[in-house]
T-cell receptor, first 111, second 113 residues
Framework: DAKTTQPNSMESNEEEPVHLPCNHS???????IHWYRQLPSQGPEYVIH???SNVNNRMASLAIAEDRKSSTLILHRATLRDAAVYYCILRPPTGANNLFFGTGTRLTVIP | EAGVAQSPRYKIIEKRQSVAFWCNPI?????LYWYQQILGQGPKLLIQFQNNGVVDDSQLPKDRFSAERLKGVDSTLKIQPAKLEDSAVYLC???????????FGPGTRLTVT
């Protein structure tokens, strides 16, 4: 399984943008990049995913490098509710839908 | 839309005892997953069902863990006998099909003493 590397922790001030990086230098040409987050005492929740182009949804934006070896999850205005562990996961397009979680990035939002 | 339901939310048992967890996925979701999350780590897949058939159980410690999804809807995960290292949160997730986003339940926190 292709590996991802994320910083262990990050901090952001409330209402400021947050850029969460993920390195995946061994990504294959067909792997999708998925982001999930896990709020305290809850199960993970889906945030966004992409393949090559940048993606936007109501929760966040995903910026994917041209060579696909890295990506950045962007929260446009961090709120206290965004404090969570964010996981960057690579998923192949076929086969079992297993999600291989690493240790993720713990985001702290400062009021 | 109701989410993934799990029970119990918390369980404390002594080592060598047995325990069972229950999961009810989102209605209509064919794929069901059980994950184990040890404190400080990301979730690790234990078993994946497609309807009532097992797709992947390669990470399930089959000498002590078992899981079933008899009617292709709800599922149970059992540990017998439990060990101290089984202390973790057990998460159930479901998806409409394979290869789409997964929806997670709140988890069952197991403490083995």
């Amino acid at each position: 399984d292709a590996k991802t590397t994320q910083p262990n922790s990050m901090e952001s001030n409330e209402e400021e943008p947050v850029h969460l990086p993920c390195n995946h230098s061994t990504i294959s040409g067909t792997d999708y990049i998925h982001w999930y987050r896990q709020l305290p005492s809850q199960g993970p929740e889906y945030v966004i995913h992409g393949l090559t182009s940048n993606v936007n949804n109501r929760m966040a934006s995903l910026a994917i490098a041209e060579d696909r070896k890295s990506s950045t999850l962007i929260l446009h205005r961090a709120t206290l509710r965004d404090a969570a562990v964010y996981y960057c996961i690579l998923r192949p397009p076929t086969g079992a839908n297993n999600l291989f979680f690493g240790t993720g990035t713990r985001l702290t939002v400062i009021p | 839309e109701a989410g993934v339901a799990q029970s119990p939310r918390y369980k404390i048992i002594e080592k060598r005892q047995s325990v069972a967890f229950w999961c009810n996925p989102i209605s209509g979701h064919a794929t069901l997953y059980w994950y184990q999350q040890i404190l400080g780590q990301g979730p690790k897949l234990l078993i994946q069902f497609q309807n009532n058939g097992v797709v992947d159980d390669s990470q399930l410690p089959k000498d002590r863990f078992s899981a079933e999804r008899l009617k292709g809807v709800d599922s149970t995960l059992k540990i017998q006998p439990a060990k101290l290292e089984d202390s973790a949160v057990y998460l159930c997730a479901s998806s409409l099909a394979s290869l789409v986003e997964q929806y997670f339940g709140p988890g069952t926190r197991l403490t083995v003493t």
